[in-house]
Structures are given as C-alpha cells and as structure tokens.
C-alpha cells in the first residue's frame, strides 16, 4: 500500500525529471488519468483568497514536508467546496469530469465534495467505470517502456523512482481498477497549481496535493470510480 508502480503515471512531454524548488513542475512529467463530464450548482459562495491559502497551506507533518500551494495561479472556481449534484450514484462514489476539470465526491443530501482537477489531453482521454483498487501515499513510479523510447531520458527510472516531492505520483494515489485488472491510470496528487483547469495528461487525473490528501483519506479500496465523456 505504501508503493505502486503506476506505468501510466508520467507525463509525455519531459521538459526534465522534476525540480525540488517548493512548487514543483510536473507538466513536463506526468501522465495523468481520466475525466467526466457534470457540474453542480455551488451551494455557497466558495473560499476567499485568504482562506485558500489556509486549505492549501504547507503540510510540514509528511513524510517528505509539501509546500503550500500558490494559490493566485490557480482559478479560485476550482477551489475545494461543497456543491448541489443530482445523482443517484451512492455517497462516497467519485465523479470524474473531464469537460470542466472537476472531481466530484458524491455526499448525502444531494450534495457533493468538488475538486478542481487537471485531466487527459486530447487524444488521451478516456471514460467508463472503474474503482479504486489500492491506494498508496507516496508511491513508486515506473515509466512505461514506450515512454523511455520517447523520453530517453526517463530511462534512469526503468526500475522505479521512489516517492518523495520529485515524484509524479505525489503524496497520495488512488489506482484505477477494471474487472480485476489494473487501468495504469491513477488520481494522483499535484503541486502544480497551474495545471489545474488544463487537459495535460495522458489520461491520470490530477487534484491539488491538499485536495488530494482530503479525497484519499475519506476513499476506501473498493470505491467506484465513474469517468464521464468529455
């Protein structure tokens, strides 16, 4: 549970292999995972920039201490908050929608949790049901050959990077299962504020590290996953 080769965990564009300094550039990285396609009717007014930056605060308590995010790059329309969303899916269910770039937690009372999200890029993008099939904070990533043949220079990680800030996968990772088997795609943790809003992924979903970590802790093995067309 505390490592996962996540093949699918790296982005196709490899500007270089991640930079230590506070935020972190991942869009030159990572792969990202899937998208869905609702948007609810915010049932308040959302967070202030001020308040923001206490969500989005550092964690100094990790295993590796995460930075705080700056939140004035990222849209505040996708700041964490409490949403109307009509469904019928089970609470606890997530929601992937890739259109809007949100991650929607599905809560009683017709309410959801949402998150702003960064999704697959054109030609990478994909839907269906899915569910979580174990969780891993701080995984190993492992990029897939096809990618070393692309990047060379991802082959210094052929048998794994550890976790830590440079890592793609972030603090927290969900692995996407289908019938047994799993995806390669993941909802992974980012401390790139400005990707979020942006389709940049190879089909992974990405949420602010905070966010990340809130969804993590509240989403057991087993949960269903729907990502909706975009």
């Not at 995010?69 to 849209?75: E, F, G, L």
């Not at 210094?156 to 972030?170: T, Y």
């Amino acid at each position: 549970m505390d490592s996962g080769n996540a093949d699918a965990g790296e982005r196709d564009e490899v500007a270089s292999l991640g930079r230590r300094a506070g935020l972190l550039n991942r869009r030159s990285f990572l792969v990202g995972v899937g998208a869905l396609g609702l948007a609810g009717c915010a049932t308040s007014d959302g967070m202030s920039l001020a308040e923001a930056a206490k969500v989005y605060g550092p964690v100094p308590d990790e295993k590796f201490p995460i930075p705080a995010i700056d939140v004035s790059k990222v849209d505040p329309k996708y700041y964490r908050r409490t949403v109307r969303y009509d469904t019928k899916e089970s609470p606890g269910t997530i929601i992937v929608d890739p259109g809007n770039y949100y991650v929607y937690r599905i809560e009683e009372d017709g309410n959801a949790t949402r998150y702003g999200a960064n999704v697959g890029r054109d030609g990478f993008r994909w839907s269906g049901d899915a569910y979580v099939g174990r969780k891993s904070e701080w995984a190993t990533w492992t990029p897939p050959a096809a990618m070393i043949k692309r990047q060379p220079e991802a082959a210094k990680w052929a048998r794994g990077m550890p976790g830590g800030l440079d890592n793609p996968l972030g603090a927290r990772t969900l692995h996407l299962y289908q019938n047994g088997a799993y995806t390669l795609y993941t909802i992974y943790a980012s401390l790139d504020a400005e990707s979020i809003g942006n389709g940049i992924t190879s089909g992974c979903v990405g949420l602010l590290t905070q966010d990340m970590m809130h969804l993590y802790s509240r989403t057991p093995v087993k949960t269903k996953v729907i990502v909706l067309p975009a």
